[in-house]
């Protein structure tokens, strides 16, 4: 039509522009709901949830005899999510995988903490393609790979990290404003006089949320001896519990508080807080799942790191709080953290093997680990160490047949010598008698 094809008139034009502007406006500011004084999530540095998906896709078929990937979805009561989980296993025929231990960390349970799904995907690309870290040169720590298999759990809060990328840089909760790490069975419910529902609704049951269904079914099917939970917001190294201001007793608190300690002297020069969570971080946490972790699933060593907090930041702007917003900072964290784990893998798989041999009742109070400790122990049979203690046996044998010949000779002297010293008596007697 003749009409449609010309220009409207002046008025008009200006209406449509006008309409046209605030619409832009209103949709920028529905997308984003960034007030101006607020830091937005750099584009440059973070991946979006979808990008870094695609990226791990990607180095997971470059690498198929180290990676795989599964998807698990569950649903609850019309809310159901994906979990993806990327499984490190470095296929080596020397090692079995009976004597392997078992790793599981997780990223980004909480949605605004950003940082830490893309520690994840750095942590992926050393343990296959990588050689370096900053520089430093990583070939030491490829034995101390062939002896672990890594689940690493990338995004574990999807749902609830596509709202913060959809402007609500302050959620840390679920898709539907559940906290996943207060949706755990120990001590689930409990509120504490300074309960915020915005940060920490537990759900309306324990593991009423299927991304915890889902961590619960995987930490009980892969029964892992070493768990960590990686959050933002702060810097420190997390132990059981958070539910209370002590950590738990007994040879295996011992050895986790040894390797956070070892971790915390040989990479952050002592500078991380070292504790229990709910001691050091200044508040209790209830339903958490470290906690589970440690009391149900058992795991020997089960910890939380808190890896970047910007404690200058105004609460309000949370993107900067929980995250770091300059170049120099984000590549300073990734590489700070990454290598943290290889040195927490090192100090895990040694203590772990150490406790083994050295105690015995160490290993005995972990008996909920069940299959795998079995497995580990009877592996060790036919291990070199195994096979040094069995030397040691021999040597031990053979030393008390010496000393039992030593003895039985040393009886025979002295049954000689009396018995010649009574003949000499009797000869002088004798003599005495002659005379
Ligand atoms: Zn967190």
């Not at 180290?66 to 993806?84: P, V």
Request: net charge neutral.
């Amino acid at each position: 039509m003749a009409a449609s094809s010309a220009p409207p008139p002046p008025p008009r034009r200006l209406l449509a522009l006008t309409m046209a502007l605030a619409a832009a406006v209103v949709s920028a500011a529905s997308a984003a709901r960034v007030p101006a004084s607020v830091t937005p999530i750099s584009r440059t540095l973070y991946h979006s949830s979808d990008s870094l998906l695609s990226d791990i896709k990607a180095l997971v078929a470059r690498h198929p005899d180290k990676l795989s990937m599964d998807t698990i979805t569950a649903s609850n009561k019309g809310y159901s999510t994906d979990l993806f989980i990327v499984t490190f296993n470095h296929a080596k025929e020397s090692t079995s995988n009976s004597s392997k231990i078992h790793v599981l960390l997780s990223f980004g349970q909480h949605g605004r903490e950003l940082i830490t799904s893309e520690v994840a995907l750095n942590l992926l690309y050393i343990l296959t393609e990588k050689r370096k870290i900053a520089g430093v040169d990583l070939s030491s720590f490829e034995k101390i790979l062939e002896n672990l298999v890594i689940k690493v759990v990338p995004m574990e809060n999807l749902n609830g990290r596509k709202r913060v990328e959809e402007g609500e840089l302050c959620d840390r909760r679920n898709g539907r404003g559940v906290d996943l790490n207060r949706n755990w069975s120990v001590d689930w419910g409990k509120k504490e006089k300074d309960y915020d529902p915005y940060e920490e609704n537990p759900g309306t049951a324990p593991f009423s949320e299927p991304e915890a269904q889902i961590m619960r079914e995987l930490s009980k099917s892969f029964k892992p001896h070493m768990w960590v939970n990686v959050h933002s917001g702060m810097e420190a190294l997390f132990m059981p519990y958070d539910h209370k201001n002590t950590t738990p007793n007994g040879a295996s608190a011992h050895l986790m508080r040894t390797v956070l300690e070892n971790l915390n002297h040989r990479h952050f020069q002592d500078s991380c807080l070292v504790g229990s969570g709910g001691g050091a971080v200044g508040y209790l946490a209830h339903g958490t799942t470290t906690d589970y972790m440690y009391d149900i699933v058992k795991v020997p060593m089960p910890f939380t790191f808190e890896i970047y907090g910007d404690e200058k930041a105004s609460t309000s702007d949370c993107f900067k709080m929980f995250n770091p917003v300059d170049k120099t900072t984000f590549d300073r964290v990734i590489n700070k953290w990454c290598m943290a784990f290889l040195i927490l893998f090192e100090e895990g798989l040694r203590n772990l093997r150490e406790a083994q041999l050295v105690s015995q009742g160490a290993v005995d109070n972990w008996v909920p680990m069940g299959g795998d400790i079995v497995e580990i122990s009877a592996a060790r049979k036919s291990s070199p160490d195994k096979r040094k203690l069995e030397g040691l046996d021999l040597g031990m044998q053979e030393l008390r047949t010496y000393f039992r010949l030593f003895m039985l000779s040393t009886v025979l002297l002295m049954f000689m010598f009396c018995s010649r010293i009574s003949k000499n008596r009797n000869r002088e007697t004798g003599n005495i008698f002659d005379s």
